[in-house]
């Protein structure tokens, strides 16, 4: 059992069955990991915010059992909302545990695109086309990984879960 402590990046929080919560991190130090934090309403009452998706905090954690278990955090500040895609990509995309500077630098820094994100996780639009036409594309379908242009994208649906470049 070892602790560390970290900048992260919270990208996404589930409660499991068992009342405790899940949280999607992408640290600074060790890329991106699931953590949980036990006794769910004591730690969400007392680091609720500083969990919550958005939020850039300071996080402590040990390694137990190979799940990470979260001892602390603190908020240092939050996201703008319009980076909720870019962090759902991540969620998605990033490899476990492979620290990333140059993604933490675009994560951490001013209103990070989705198109130098996509091509920080190997998939870059620079290089893509629309996956049923052809057409350079405007969206990046998370779901199938597929990129789409503006014109098929309502072909798309709800369900392909497509995020604007
Ligand atoms: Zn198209």
């Not at 915010?49 to 137990?64: C, D, G, I, R």
């Not at 980076?83 to 209103?111: C, F, I, K, N, T």
Request: glycine share 4%.
């Amino acid at each position: 059992m070892f602790q560390v402590v970290t900048d992260a990046i919270v990208l996404d929080k589930e409660f499991t069955y068992d009342a405790h919560v899940r949280v999607h991190l992408f640290t600074k130090e060790c890329g991106k990991i699931v953590g949980k934090a036990t006794s769910a309403r004591k730690i969400t009452s007392k680091l609720g915010a500083h969990l919550e998706p958005l939020a850039l905090s300071a996080v402590q954690f040990v390694q137990k059992n190979h799940l990470p278990q979260i001892t602390d955090a603190l908020a240092k500040r939050r996201l703008p909302p319009e980076a909720m895609p870019v962090l759902r990509m991540v969620r998605m995309l990033a490899p476990e545990y492979e620290p990333d500077q140059e993604l933490w630098a675009l994560l951490a820094g001013e209103s990070p695109s989705p198109s130098r994100v996509l091509a920080v996780l190997g998939y870059d639009p620079l290089f893509a086309s629309c996956e049923w036409c052809g057409k350079p594309p405007s969206h990046f379908s998370l779901k199938t990984l597929f990129f789409v242009c503006a014109g098929c994208v309502p072909r798309c649906g709800a369900s392909y879960d497509c995020a604007a470049l």
